[in-house]
């Protein structure tokens, strides 16, 4: 099944192209039928299913469907999210979706500077993206007015829920227009958010797709642990020993992964990275040579390898864990695709232990760990934190600021993540955590 048969536009159907997306996964091919013919929807999908295309896509043909009410451009949709990681992918992901378009959006999060955000929100936006709290907070000053949205979306509600939520929600959903289409995803449906469901939808459908467990059973995990210098030296062995023809790894940072590749070359594997800094020419041929196997590795960062869909990819290398757990998940996705095996190897310092530890929390499992001979760790080498060593200036996990009329608040979001810590490394301040979960911004 291809994307052209679900009743999405030209201009969304080559952004999806352009995104290297050849067919809609379970969650869409249900989804966006669904929420194109109005309905209010209740949708059980966790991260990794393409559940955020799931709804975006169909929200931006619903948008440029609709008639707008006259006069300035107003919000129309308002997508909520339980933390600021979650409302940047989701806004990255609207404007990627929406890059053919005209609508613009924002992302609104509480740990940064309020004025940018209102200097935004005073130009006119089409949709908003945005945690809880400080949605409020822009309701309380009047700097957002939200009576003409016709689009609500919770995203990950059960965590939103968790998170203690349920006053903020109920209080958005107050002064929101009666009359509007309401979507709410969660992972999984506790009596609360059956309770939620029952007050936010008008006669909704419901999906459910496979848990992505079960998605990840066809991928064997493994961890190696091994000394944080001589990792490049393990892979360059692993690749080689393995035979291995087509491995996509992923470091933390853009750095790291142009370092990675030149290291890898000189041991004489070609490889090639992909990040942010390379422009779109390059990204495209760096993807062409891989996929054609004229290049043996690709490095790149979780954003840059967003949308990267490589049919029977056979292995994945964290050669760095992500601080963000959530990602793991969708490295580990990109191999034991479509009833095909794939394999997860984790290369793992001492630094990176409590990355670990979060993972298999949610992942509810632990992975396996195998020593390779000639490689054990030195148990005398002390855990350093990860910032101070890799991140540099500017921190390891910000997005691209190239062109689009909202740079600034991209960087803006950047900014955040490194001070809260989870860009680089570090665990967030007590009181960083403690003030985060006050404003619901995590
Ligand atoms: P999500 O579950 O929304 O977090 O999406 C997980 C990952 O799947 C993201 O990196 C998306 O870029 C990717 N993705 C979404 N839809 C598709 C698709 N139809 N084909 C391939 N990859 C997809």
Redesign the pocket.
Known sequence: MS?NTLGLSEPILRA?KE???????P??KQAIPIILSKKDVLAG??????????FTLPLLQRLSEGVPAKGKRHVRALILTPTRELAA?VAE?VETYGKHLSFRSTVIFGGVSINPQITTLRRGVDIVIATPGRLLDHVGQKTLDLSKVEFLILDEADRMLDMGFIHDIKKVLAILPKQRQNLLFSATFSNEIKRLADDLLNAPVLIEVARRNKAAESVRQVVHQVDRERKRELLSHLIKDGDWKQVLVFTRTKHGANRLTTQLEKDGISAAAIHGNKSQTARTKALANFKQGAVRVLVATDIA???I?IDQLPHVVNYELPNVS?DYV?RI?RTGRAGNEGEAVSLVCVDEDEYLRNIEKLIKGSVKKVVIKGFEPDPSIQAEPIQQRSAGRGGNRSRSNSGGGNSRQKSTTSATRNDSGRNGGGRPSTKQRSRDSHRGTR
């Open positions: 994307f999806i995104q290297g997306y050849s067919e809609p996964t969650i869409q999908a966790q991260t990794g299913t393409g559940k955020t295309a799931g992918q992901s390898a967003r949308g869909d959530e969708h996705g």
